[in-house]
T-cell receptor, first 113, second 113 residues
Framework: SQTIHQWPATLVQPVGSPLSLECTVE??????LYWYRQAAGRGLQLLFY??????ISSEVPQNLSASRPQDRQFILSSKKLLLSDSGFYLC????????????FGPGTRLTVL | KQEVTQIPAALSVPEGENLVLNCSFT??????LQWFRQDPGKGLTSLLL?????REQTSGRLNASLDKSSGRSTLYIAASQPGDSATYLC????????????FGKGTKLSVIP
């Protein structure tokens, strides 16, 4: 069966510090991978998605970047965090066509102080 | 731009009651609609996926319907239990080539024992 992992589970970082969040998927190959952010009072927002190694698409301009160094690894990064980067970050995966079901990880709670 | 609305934002029902959660979307050209459950501080659990060619999907006590012409989807929960208490989110995918799910802000369900 497929499993998706995210770490860390929680993170508190000062403004201006760098960020690296990691997501890995087990039990599948060549998945589509997604990064979402859920901010208080707002719906989930798609940040990035990837259909293959080294292929990253960004949905919104922001202070963040994503990378996919391996087939089942997806990383969300920032060089300098802003207060507005606080939120709940969720990684998801899907198989095959974009209209197939998406499955979400446990999330990372990021607080920027 | 696709917008997804879930009303009410919160719902409280006694245990054993059947209930319906509503989801409306502005663009009828959706490709699929997915219902999720989110427990506090946790990731999303996929409940049901309805493709645009389908009218409904069932899983256990859950039944989701899709009416593209009216821009509505409903999630029916039969014989509600306290363990059903969670936030329920719907998300629409616009277009076969799109990777972006547009989420509603969710309905927070409380089932009172």
């Amino acid at each position: 069966s497929q499993t998706i992992h995210q770490w860390p589970a929680t993170l508190v970082q000062p403004v201006g510090s760098p960020l690296s969040l990691e997501c890995t998927v087990e039990g599948t190959s060549n998945p589509n991978l997604y990064w979402y952010r859920q901010a208080a009072g707002r719906g989930l927002q798609l940040l990035f998605y990837s259909v293959g190694i080294g292929q990253i698409s960004s949905e919104v301009p922001q202070n963040l970047s994503a990378s996919r160094p391996q087939d089942r690894q997806f990383i969300l990064s920032s060089k300098k965090l802003l207060l507005s980067d606080s939120g709940f970050y969720l990684c998801a995966w899907g198989q095959g066509a974009s209209y197939n079901e998406q499955f979400f990880g446990p999330g990372t709670r990021l607080t920027v102080l | 731009k696709q917008e997804v609305t879930q009303i009410p934002a919160a719902l409280s029902v006694p245990e054993g009651e059947n209930l319906v959660l509503n989801c409306s979307f502005t663009d009828s050209a959706i490709y699929n609609l997915q219902w999720f459950r989110q427990d506090p501080g946790k990731g999303l659990t996929s409940l049901l996926l309805i493709q645009s060619s389908q009218r409904e999907q069932t899983s256990g006590r859950l039944n989701a319907s899709l009416d593209k012409s009216s821009g509505r989807s409903t999630l029916y929960i039969a014989a509600s239990q306290p363990g059903d208490s969670a936030t329920y989110l719907c998300a629409a995918l616009l277009g076969a080539g799109s990777y972006q799910l547009t989420f509603g802000k969710g309905t927070k369900l409380s089932v009172i024992p």
